[in-house]
Nanobody
Framework: QVQLVESGGGLVQAGGSLRLSCAASGRTFSNYAMGWFRQAPGKEREFVATISGGAGSTYYADSVKGRFTISRDNARNTVYLQMNSLKPEDTAVYYC???????????????WGQGTQVTVSS
């Protein structure tokens, strides 16, 4: 079992930055690829970014490429999402998730955090 707890969400103006963190406990963190997803009101949960267990591979949704950066610190059992140049359309609840494979779909993830709200004002 892996427990995930996100933090770092909040309210920011368009063009601003936030860094989300996801702390993991339980089984060996480095064995898992980690992903970030988001869900806006009335919309389906969508993929944002993912990173392999050893941090050698990262993938991003086209909508965030060049603005968001996923990273991880396996010594701290933590994965991060640095979000720059935020737009109002980035407003959503952001979730981190753990998977045995580097995948970009929700059903590929076994463990989920409770989410953290990010609101970008125009």
């Amino acid at each position: 079992q892996v427990q995930l707890v996100e933090s770092g969400g909040g309210l920011v103006q368009a063009g601003g930055s936030l860094r989300l963190s996801c702390a993991a406990s339980g089984r060996t963190f480095s064995n898992y690829a980690m992903g970030w997803f988001r869900q806006a009101p009335g919309k389906e949960r969508e993929f944002v970014a993912t990173i392999s267990g050893g941090a050698g591979s990262t993938y991003y949704a086209d909508s965030v490429k060049g603005r968001f950066t996923i990273s991880r610190d396996n010594a701290r059992n933590t994965v991060y999402l640095q979000m720059n140049s935020l737009k109002p359309e980035d407003t959503a609840v952001y979730y981190c998730a753990g998977s045995r494979a580097v995948v970009a779909f929700t059903t590929g993830y076994d463990y989920w955090g409770q989410g953290t709200q990010v609101t970008v004002s125009s």
